[in-house]
Structure formats: C-alpha cells, structure tokens
C-alpha cells in the first residue's frame, strides 16, 4: 500500500508559480513511477508530467519549458514546479504512484490549482 498526499495548489495570476508536493508513504520502496496528472472541469484526466525511480522524466507537450518535475528521495516528496501558468492549466492536480509488481496505481486526494487574474 501506498498513501499520496499532495500540497501546494492555489490560486496564481498568469504568469505567476506554483510547486506542488506529492509525499509518498507506505510501501515506497514498490514505487516505479510517480506522476502528476490534472483534470479540468468536463475534461479527461491527463498526464502531466512523470518521473520514474531511475530519475528519467517525460512531460505533456502542454507544459514542456514551463513545468518541472522533480524528487527528494530523503523527503519521499515529489515536485511539481509550475512556472509561467496559464488560464489554461487550472485544473485540479493528482499525484500518482505506479507499481510494477503487481501492477497497481495509487492516487492522492488532488490538489486545486487555478490561474485566474
């Protein structure tokens, strides 16, 4: 079992920064890839940015050059620094955790971001 908890979401301008935190407990040690999804009101669920145990990254087209994701493995925390935010990214942002043996995939509870002026 894995628990997320994310943090960070609000309200930012246009233009403005966001970091989001993902804190994983649990069974880290079973965790492959950690990933920030966002799903926006009458929208699919969308992969955001990922990055796995072996540190390799993969972003959405979206957010590419505004969105980095990153890790503090001493913090079990996963990052998601959102830079230059658009009206467009409001959304409210998940975590997820993917697990390799067996399969699974744990969520955290989302987090509200939303870029208005």
């Known amino acids: 079992q894995v628990q997320l908890v994310e943090s960070g979401g609000g309200l930012a301008q246009p233009g403005g920064s966001l970091r989001l935190s993902c804190l994983a407990s649990?069974?880290?040690?079973?965790?492959?890839?950690t990933g920030w999804y966002r799903q926006a009101p009458g929208k699919q669920r969308e992969l955001v940015a990922r990055?796995?145990?072996?540190?390799?990254?993969n972003y959405a087209n979206s957010v590419k050059g505004r969105f980095t994701i990153s890790r503090d493995n001493a913090k079990n925390t996963v990052y998601l620094q959102m830079n230059s935010l658009k009206a467009e990214d409001t959304a409210v942002y998940y975590c997820?955790?993917?697990?390799?043996?067996?399969?699974?995939?744990?969520w955290g509870q989302g987090t509200q971001v939303t870029v208005s002026s």
């Open positions: 997820n955790a993917a697990i390799l043996e067996p399969p699974e995939a744990y």
């Open positions: 990055i796995t145990r072996g540190g390799l990254t």
């Open positions: 649990g069974s880290i040690f079973s965790i492959y890839a």
